[in-house]
């Protein structure tokens, strides 16, 4: 017998992000997941070596790796019509959870349960916190990509998502603001590396 699950997650490289954007460069889902679960582990890492915290960074990065794979059967929708209205974004995310359903349904049953924990993750816990931390810095990477190359209709999403992250008060967060993102807006000869 043949299993669909990972024919199904490798579609994620087909799924466009930002949509509704002009944008200097296409951006899929797959190669954004990748992003955030870099971005995810290194919170991770920031709360336990930094601030003595104990975040699991592996459980960050895997909800990071997994948080987009409904999209192979949902399409991605615009954040501004996803959460329009209460009613429109309750709708999308019964959706999505349907979605994932029929994922794990193209998992052998053994392993389902392994898989269910990352697609269906626990939301009250602080890895899943960090992943979606994680997840706006990967749009706030875009935006700043996006501007460096004089496309200025990222502008506006820069300033919202920015000030959406700072306002979640994550000390991880403020760690990574200030020790990571400038190094966005440099070029590679910019860049310092070895």
Known sequence: ???????????????????????????????????????????????????????????????????????????DLPTPIKYFNSSINGAYKSLEERACDKLLNTLPRELGESFEAYLKPDTACYEYTLMKVADRFSAYVKCLEELRCGNNEFSKAKKSIEEDIRSRNIPEAEYFFENFIPAFSLSLDELEGL
Not at 7 to 36: C, G, P
């Open 1 to 75: 017998m043949s299993y669909d699950f990972f024919a199904f997650t490798d579609r994620m490289k087909y799924i466009k992000r930002w949509q509704l954007m002009r944008s200097v460069r296409d951006e899929n889902i797959m190669e954004h997941s990748q992003q955030v679960a870099m971005f995810a582990h290194a919170l991770a890492v920031i709360n336990n070596r930094i601030f003595g915290g104990t975040a699991n960074a592996e459980k960050a990065a895997l909800y990071a790796i997994y948080h987009e794979c409904s999209e192979v059967m949902t399409g």
